[in-house]
C-alpha cells in the first residue's frame, strides 16, 4: 500500500475490524511503509523514550499512543509493516497460536531471504542471536478480530531505535535484513508479496488483492 501515516493506517484497521465483526468484509492483511512513527502500546512506559521533544519535533517524527499490546517500537520508512484484520473466534488455538502463527509467516520468509529467523523463549517476535529483527504487537477486541501486527525491519534506520528502549527490553538489540551480508534483499514490494504468499500458507488462506471498497474515504483519499 506504499508509504501511509500511521493513523491512516490505524483508522483503517478499525474501520476494518467493524466490518469483519458485522461479517461485512472477510478477512484483511494490510502490508504497508509508514513516515518515522514512536509508537507506545498499552504498558509503554513514557522513559522508555529517551529523545527530548524538541529533537522529535525537529526531525518530524510522530509519537503516539495506540492500543496494541507491547511498550515503545519504531516504524518508519525501509520496514515492512503488516496488520492482519482476522477473526479469531473461527480459528483454533485463541490468541497464543496466533502469535506463534505470525512468528511462523516472519520465520519462514526470511528463510526464503536467506536468513534464519528465531524465537527466544517468553519473549514475542524474531531474533537474530540477541537482535530482534521482526517485533510483534497485537489486539484482539471484544469481537475477537485482530488488529496491529507485525514489523520487519528490511533497510531500516537502527539510529532511530537508539532513541528509545525497545520493546522495554534492555540488554536486547534490534537489527535489519540489510545488516545481515548473505540475504537477500529485494525491493520492499518484493518482501510484502513473499510475506501475503507466507501468510497464505501459515493461515491456511486463499489471498486475494483487497477491492478498494474496503478502504473508508480518509484512506481511500491517502493511496491515490
Not at 529517551?50 to 518530524?60: C, I, T, V, Y
Not at 511462523?104 to 536468513?115: A, K, N, Y
Not at 519473549?123 to 529483527?133: P, V
Not at 501459515?202 to 486475494?208: L, N, P
Amino acid at each position: 500500500m506504499g508509504r501511509v501515516d500511521y493513523p491512516v493506517a490505524w483508522q483503517l484497521q478499525k474501520d476494518l475490524a467493524a466490518r469483519r465483526a458485522e461479517d461485512r468484509v472477510s478477512d484483511s492483511l494490510l502490508l504497508l511503509e509508514h513516515p518515522p512513527t514512536y509508537t507506545f502500546g498499552r504498558m509503554g512506559k513514557r522513559n522508555h523514550l529517551l529523545a527530548p521533544p524538541e529533537e522529535l519535533q525537529r526531525r518530524g517524527i510522530q509519537v503516539l499512543r495506540v492500543d496494541r499490546g507491547g511498550d515503545v517500537t519504531y516504524h518508519g520508512p525501509g520496514q515492512l509493516v503488516v496488520y492482519p484484520i482476522l477473526d479469531l473466534k473461527e480459528r483454533a488455538g485463541g490468541i497464543g497460536r496466533y502469535l506463534r502463527d505470525l512468528e511462523e509467516v516472519i520465520i519462514r520468509t526470511l528463510s526464503l531471504l536467506g536468513i534464519t529467523g528465531e524465537r527466544i523463549p517468553g519473549f514475542t517476535g524474531i531474533w537474530i542471536g540477541e537482535e530482534k529483527i521482526a517485533a510483534i504487537g497485537v489486539r484482539v477486541d471484544v469481537h475477537g478480530i485482530t488488529r496491529h501486527g507485525f514489523a520487519l525491519n528490511l533497510t531500516t534506520d537502527l539510529d532511530c531505535f537508539a532513541r528509545i528502549i525497545p520493546c522495554g527490553l534492555h540488554d536486547k538489540g534490534v537489527t535489519s535484513l540489510d545488516r545481515m551480508p548473505k540475504a537477500k534483499l529485494p525491493p520492499i514490494g518484493e518482501v510484502a508479496h513473499l510475506v501475503s504468499e507466507v501468510f497464505g500458507e501459515v493461515f491456511h488462506a486463499r489471498m486475494m488483492p483487497c477491492p478498494a471498497e474496503c478502504l473508508h474515504t480518509e484512506a481511500k483519499e491517502a493511496f491515490e
